[in-house]
């Protein structure tokens, strides 16, 4: 429940709203409670009133209670006024966090918190919270009720509500076992039903759908066994608490029955205390159910707690005075495997560098990290010697262009997607940006040119006609530092060689990353920097490399035997 607040306060939220309508729900069902007591008087002869006064009590009492019902509503305004602000600042807490948080296996647990936990902790809220403290007003009410009895019927009453609670908070631990071990089944079944729909066309065209159906059928019944065991967990406590709440009313019966023989209880307050009883209980047996709901609430506002206490970086800071790139001692550990040590590395603005070596190495890894997808578990990464803590977000990407070689397209024209990089580029801009990439030929053939419309993620072009988007996407942008990621590796080698040498010449003055497997295409690279195992093993110009590395030797020789 601490998380609960937390979780409100991190949002900068004010309940003003909410505690008045949760204040009206309160008043609302104590005034009855008046009704009774005249009930209750007359029965115990304490005080009698005539039906006429009775009558006029009762309907002020609607009149009044339905006053403070429309008051009550704003329980509900209020808490989705809550519920919506923390919506907002969540979205912005992980659009804050580092692209790899969102991305991959992570993907299917940030969108489950975002749409089903959010969504529960809404409903709940927004429903549960106003009757839960309201269901608490009568019990109390009629325990003073019960007291005024009997102490002995009042004592009895508090000791099976007490033991009521007792039996849900002890059932609570295997509960938020069960609960966690379905959480986690949930995010592994979204990732694998994720994987699924990616992968499905190449298996489709192989005949191989079942090789990633079968594993997700089985997901999906693990998921159902640990959602029943939630349910039994959940619900054992509930049945048990609500059993020994509705035996009290003859345990409460027979004590006052007992007490009547003995002389110490009248008829009326034995009836009063039974009638208290029941009234006692009743709310006392919606809130046990509630308290299952609540513990789901609980669980959701501790996720979502601990998505908003991610690692964030900060989208204003100080911009740069240069745009030298230095990485100083700079190690990456993800999910307990180190991908990248002990890297040392200054690239002094507008030189052109190369990072080469076997798959797995670390090359694309470490232009990520200058990217800023990942925070480095141990050193820094600089640019103007200034880290992205400091610059911002903002800042930093607008020094940065970034070619990978997943390209990612939006549902509208050519046009729209390139105007994603620099929105104001003039129509000069656009048409120099198109022919340095390349993409001439494709908007030519078009009927409608730029104005083409193209499907979401560019599902109907080529994937050669993808990454030159992403190059004149990068082209726009006309940031000072560009980082180049197999980025025409679906080109034929003449377009290769054609779009190399137009892009060089046009970032000639800029610093230029580049991630090779064809080391004949980075030959003019001013530095080539061979990568092994997360680590800088060699470094030099081609030259110097084809005669001092014998591992750049074999490369190299490899791929001209080839």
């Excluded at 349910?231 to 345990?251: D, Q």
Aim: glycine fraction near 6%; charged fraction near 20%.
């Amino acid at each position: 429940m601490r998380n609960i607040l937390k979780l409100l306060d991190h949002a900068d939220i004010n309940p003003k709203t909410f505690l008045v309508g949760i204040a009206g729900k309160v008043f609302s069902e104590i005034l009855p409670f008046f009704c009774w007591l005249l009930i209750f008087g007359a029965l115990t002869q304490t005080w009698l009133l005539s039906l006429e006064a009775l009558f006029a009590v009762s309907l002020i009492t609607v009149v009044v209670q339905w006053r403070l019902g429309q008051s009550a509503k704003q329980s509900f305004l209020g808490a989705y006024d809550i519920t919506h602000q923390l919506r907002k600042v969540l979205l912005h807490d992980i659009r804050s966090q580092p692209l790899s948080k969102i991305t991959g296996q992570g993907l299917g647990e940030h969108i489950k918190l975002i749409t089903r936990d959010l969504k529960a902790f809404e409903d709940i809220f927004s429903h549960l919270i106003a009757d839960l403290v309201a269901a608490l007003a009568i019990p109390l009410a009629m325990l003073c009720v019960l007291l005024f009895c009997s102490p002995y019927l009042a004592s009895l009453m508090l000791i099976v509500m007490v033991t009521a609670s007792l039996l849900l908070w002890k059932f609570e631990e295997n509960f938020s076992k069960q609960a966690q071990r379905h959480i986690d089944k949930n995010a592994s079944c979204t990732n694998k039903l994720l994987e699924y729909i990616a992968c499905l066309p190449t298996l489709k065209r192989f005949g191989r759908s079942e090789v990633l159906a079968t594993p997700l059928n089985q997901e999906l019944a693990d998921l159902r066994k640990t959602g029943l065991g939630v349910e039994w967990a959940g619900g054992i406590g509930v049945i048990l608490a609500s059993l020994l709440l509705e035996l009290s009313i003859p345990m409460v019966a027979a004590l006052g029955a007992y007490l009547m023989s003995l002389g110490n209880l009248m008829l009326g307050e034995w009836l009063v205390s039974i009638i208290a009883a029941v009234a006692c209980i009743r709310p006392f047996v919606r809130m046990t159910i509630f308290s299952t709901l609540l513990r789901y609430m609980a669980k959701s506002a501790d996720r979502l707690y601990v998505l908003s206490q991610e690692p964030q970086q900060p989208v204003h800071g100080v911009q740069p005075h240069h745009h030298d790139i230095e990485f100083k001692a700079v190690e990456l550990t993800l999910d307990g495997n180190t991908i990248l040590k002990d890297i040392n590395l200054q690239v002094p603005y507008g030189q052109h560098i190369a990072l080469i070596g076997t798959s797995g190495a670390g090359k694309t890894t470490l232009l990520d990290l200058l990217a800023a997808f990942h925070i480095p578990t141990h050193g820094a990464v600089k640019i103007g010697g200034c880290t992205v803590e400091a610059t911002g977000t903002m800042h930093w990407y607008q020094h940065i262009s970034y070619v990978t070689q997943n390209v990612q397209l939006f549902a509208g024209t050519l046009k729209e997607n390139l105007l994603i990089a620099k929105k104001d580029a003039s129509t000069e801009e656009l048409e120099t940006a198109i022919t340095t990439a390349g993409l001439g030929e494709l908007i030519a053939r078009l009927p409608q040119g730029l104005n083409t419309e193209i499907n979401e993620n560019g599902k109907d072009l080529s994937g050669g006609e993808r990454q030159r988007l992403s190059l004149a996407r990068a082209l726009l942008h006309d940031a000072p530092i560009v980082l180049l990621d197999e980025f025409t590796s679906a080109l034929d080698q003449p377009k290769q060689r054609e779009i190399l040498h137009s892009i060089t010449e046009y970032f000639a003055s800029k610093t230029m990353i580049t991630v090779a497997h064809r080391l004949d295409t980075i030959t003019d690279a001013d530095c080539i920097y061979l990568m092994n195992r997360g680590r800088i093993d060699d470094f030099g110009s081609h030259n110097q490399l084809i005669t001092t590395s014998s591992r750049y030797q074999s490369l190299w020789e490899a791929q001209h035997n080839n």
